[in-house]
Every structure is written in structure tokens, then in C-alpha cells.
């Protein structure tokens, strides 16, 4: 596989950026400024699948992305019986994204992989996740220069795994599938949808989901070296 990779695409949430250890930090911060009293370590264990759901219906185009940030939210508080009204909900709602990069933890092993992949390949970014916060995130964790180019779901219109996606990734990069590969922790969206199109793909299998013999994974983004 080295001998004709020259590019490797990753995903950003949730396989660089730790989405979930970031998100319950910004928790923190929104509900003590609109006075929600909350143990967040509890509502992140509820918010976190809820999340999940909600970006998969986001990516099936079965939710707009106001319908996504105020949901998950409204959901979370309903699983707990915890009545907050909407004025308050879109308020955290916003408060969330303002707030999303104020705590910028990477994976462990995030920086060691990317110094030891940037000088042998070009590293790119393709994320579903909402443009207007995706380069704040790229750039106050200190990994923005790492990348080429980075291409926003958003921007293209359409959300992986939508082949769209990874091949305006592929144009903008200038670059031939055979030459690339896709790493990413979402089955569906980074995988399958790279494996789709003829993308190579490993899983960056961190939350140790089941998957099918023949897929490329790691527990720990350092071992993507028995690789690349």
C-alpha cells in the first residue's frame, strides 16, 4: 500500500479533534452561563448517542442543521425530565457552537502520527461537520498546517458518505483515488462511503464497534505506521 499512497485523507471529529471530551467541557461553560444546573458528566452520557442519531439523520438529509442543534438538545433534557424551554434550548443551541473551540483537545497521538505522515504524504481534511467552526477547530488545536486543503460537507452541498464529497476532496486535492486513502472513525460516513467509490479507507476503531474482517483498522492513531 506505501508504494502508491501519496495522499491521506482524515476525518476531524472524532478521529483527530476529541469531539466528546471538548463537547462536555463547552457543557460546562453555556449551562453555567444560562443558569442550567447540571451535572455534565451525566448529560454527556445521555447527549452522546443522542448526538450520534441526530448527525446521522443530519447526513441523511432527514434533519436541517437548526432542527439538528436544537434537538439533540431537547431530547437530552426530555431523557433526563428535565423541562427547559425553547428560548433557553436555542440559546444553549447557539451558545454550543460560540463556545465549541474554546477547549481544542486532540486524540492522543494526533500530533506524533501527523509529523510522522507530513513528510512522507499530503494531508488533507474532509468533515461533515459544520463549516463555520471546522477551521476554528483546525486552528486552535495547532494542526492546521498539517493539512492541504480541507473540504466541508457543507460547502459541497451534500454530507458523507455521498461520493460527491470525497470526490470534489480527490479534485481539490488533485488527485487520484488509487493514490489516496480515508481515515475516519464513522463506519458509514468515512468507510463506506470512501470504499464506495474506490477510496482505500481505515477505521480509526477507537470506540471498538464490530466490523467486517476485510476493513482496515486501529484502536490507537499511532498504529496507522503498520500502514502508511
Known sequence: MKS?????????DHTLWDFDKNSALTF???FKKNNIVLDTER????????NLKYWKLYRDE????????????????DALNMVVEDHVINQLAIDYIDYLTTYNHVFDGTIE??????????LHIITN???EVQQTKLDKSNIAHYFETVTSSEAVGVKKPNPK???HALSLANIR???AIMIGDNYEADILGALNIGLDAICFNYHNVVLENEIKAVKHLLDLKKYL
Open 43 to 50: 448529560f454527556s452520557k445521555i447527549y452522546q448517542p443522542i
Open 4 to 12: 502508491k499512497i501519496t495522499d491521506v485523507f482524515f476525518d476531524l
Open 177 to 179: 483515488k488509487e493514490n
Open 113 to 122: 502520527i501527523l509529523d510522522y505522515l507530513k513528510p512522507k504524504y499530503k
Open 129 to 131: 461537520g459544520f463549516k
Open 165 to 167: 464529497v470525497f470526490n
Open 62 to 77: 432527514k434533519v436541517s442543521k437548526s432542527n439538528l442543534r436544537y434537538g439533540r438538545l431537547k431530547e437530552a433534557f
Open 28 to 30: 460546562d461553560i453555556i
